[in-house]
């Protein structure tokens, strides 16, 4: 258990913190810190945690979801790029034993290297009131690594959030909607209004549950294929699945290539990449993949 300190979620607290190490907000690091301790109790229990459990917290700030991490599993490993927060990390982090703070940006660390050293095999969870300008990013990089993390719990723009639970036929629904679905189970735990971070940010948010997939919900013969096919369908959104997909440079596959192989996927070749369930995509590159053999 951390030392008993005065609660984080106190904005008053906060910027005395902050105002006694000179340290201010920087916007353009996404630091607006969390004050609403409702909210802070729903990102721990969205994660389930156990004292067996192992975390990791990406933007530690000044340790407000770092401690109750702590509180509530065996180890968290987090990670921080702001060098000026450390000596208030290591204030308001006395006593945690069981938090390993890493400075540097997760996006440039070796993410890997990191897990192997401090988790070893196990599976781990993902935590984090993650800083706006780096969400999809960050996300990407987890669900695209084979890195053994088993669920992960962020808090991300309502609107980014809205766009990894989107369906076929919404306006949400694009290639963040199907990359994230492909790999996870995604859903909106709690929505908060600005006024729950310090300094507030033009924008509501809201906590996602990922929880890894053991499989991919559809069978897909190259993932690689997969997503270029998704990434072609919604890189030019108005036209029609068949000029998006003209896009594509797959070697051999012309447009009246294209036009048989949605043909034989039943596709209307007029719709649009946002009409396609992720199904018709793994049909469209399964077809793709058969026709390069
Ligand atoms: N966890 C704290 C909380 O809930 O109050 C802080 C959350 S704040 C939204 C995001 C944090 O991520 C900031 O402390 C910021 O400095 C940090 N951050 C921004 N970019 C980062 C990066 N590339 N790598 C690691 N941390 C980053």
Known sequence: MCKDIQPLTSPRVVKELMARYGVNFKKSLGQNFLIDRNILMKIIQAAELDRQDVVLEIGAGIGTLTRELANAAKLVVAIEIDKRLFPILNETL???????????????LDVKQLVQKYFGQRPFKVVGNLPYYITTPVLMMFLESNLPFEAMVVMVQKEVAQRMTAVAGTKDYGMLSIAVQYYTCPEIVAVASANVFIPPPKVDSAIVLLRKRPNPPVHVQDPTVFFKVVKAAFGQRRKTVLNALTALEMEGVD????QDMLKKCNIDPKMRGEDLAIQQYADMANALCLESQ
Do not use: H
Not at 95 to 105: A, H, M, P, R, T
Not at 255 to 258: E, F, I, N, S, V
């Open 94 to 108: 006395a006593g945690c034993s069981n938090v390993e703070l890493i400075q540097g940006d997760v996006l440039k």
């Open 255 to 258: 447009k009246q290539k294209l």
